[in-house]
């Protein structure tokens, strides 16, 4: 039987010790078994010839701020916001270590923060990815381009640990304050948990550095 988001908060508000705790077995739909993902939908892909005809640009949302979305914790469904700004101090660590891979598997990596392939930062939207430098031969680089100019796959997904957050009053929203993305991962997915993430895969035009890095921070991916 559904469990409601009425009766859920009426449970979780006599077991949660308190407001500042964590959600328990926190997850993205209600078998237990699903991971606790969320999303971000695309608002257009495209994929362009680049000047060099050499690399593929990537650029989206991996999470979209202060936009509610639903999941699921042991007791059932609440609705979860990320604050704006929830990252800065993990996305400022001189280690940062954060690849982008698709559907959270690590073994299928295309971009990586370590290798200076792999950018990430905060915007007005959210959680800005930009991997201006993709391979067009790297195997899964070729498998999942055609999928995002056709729209077959337009979200975005990030893996992360809670670091703090809160309950509203009636138990019916959490909202995450701070996270570490340190070695977790922005990921291509084809459904996550948060409906608002976009994506984008372009060749590159050929142009100065500080005009294509400004190209990098164009809104093409929500979560």
Same mark, same amino acid.
Do not use: C
């Given at each position: 039987?559904?469990?409601?988001?009425?009766?859920?908060?009426?449970?979780?508000?006599?077991?949660?010790?308190?407001?500042?705790?964590?959600?328990?077995?926190?997850?993205?739909?209600?078998?237990?078994?699903?991971?606790?993902?969320?999303?971000?939908?695309?608002?257009?892909?495209?994929?362009?010839?680049?000047?060099?005809?050499?690399?593929?640009?990537?650029?989206?949302?991996?999470?979209v701020?202060?936009?509610?979305?639903?999941?699921?914790?042991?007791?059932?469904?609440?609705?979860?916001?990320?604050?704006?700004?929830?990252?800065?101090?993990?996305?400022?660590?001189?280690?940062?270590?954060?690849?982008?891979?698709?559907?959270?598997?690590?073994?299928?990596r295309?971009?990586?923060?370590?290798?200076?392939? $792999? $950018?990430?930062?905060?915007?007005?939207?959210?959680?800005?990815?930009?991997?201006?430098?993709?391979?067009?031969?790297?195997?899964?680089?070729?498998?999942?381009?055609p999928?995002?100019?056709?729209?077959?796959?337009?979200?975005?997904?990030?893996?992360?640990?809670?670091?703090?957050?809160?309950?509203?009053?009636?138990?019916?929203e959490?909202?995450?304050?701070?996270?570490?993305?340190?070695?977790?991962?922005?990921?291509?997915?084809?459904?996550?948990?948060?409906p608002?993430?976009?994506?984008?895969?372009?060749?590159?035009?050929?142009?100065?550095?500080?005009?294509?890095?400004?190209? $990098?921070?164009? $809104?093409?991916?929500?979560?």
């Amino acid at each position: 039987m559904t469990i409601t988001l009425a009766a859920a908060a009426v449970e979780r508000a006599q077991q949660v010790r308190q407001r500042a705790d964590r959600p328990s077995q926190r997850r993205s739909a209600e078998q237990a078994g699903s991971r606790a993902t969320v999303r971000a939908a695309l608002s257009g892909v495209e994929v362009r010839e680049a000047g060099d005809g050499t690399t593929l640009e990537f650029v989206g949302h991996a999470s979209v701020y202060e936009q509610a979305y639903e999941m699921w914790d042991m007791f059932g469904p609440y609705t979860e916001i990320v604050t704006e700004g929830a990252g800065t101090d993990s996305l400022a660590r001189a280690d940062l270590d954060v690849p982008l891979v698709l559907g959270h598997d690590q073994l299928r990596r295309m971009a990586r923060t370590t290798t200076g392939t $792999l $950018l990430l930062t905060e915007d007005a939207t959210g959680l800005a990815v930009s991997a201006p430098s993709l391979d067009p031969n790297d195997y899964d680089v070729a498998y999942i381009a055609p999928k995002l100019r056709s729209g077959l796959v337009d979200e975005m997904s990030f893996a992360f640990r809670i670091e703090s957050g809160q309950w509203s009053p009636d138990y019916t929203e959490y909202r995450i304050n701070r996270y570490d993305i340190h070695r977790g991962d922005v990921a291509i997915v084809g459904y996550g948990a948060s409906p608002y993430t976009d994506a984008s895969m372009r060749q590159p035009a050929a142009a100065p550095t500080s005009s294509r890095a400004r190209a $990098l921070l164009e $809104l093409a991916l929500a979560r």
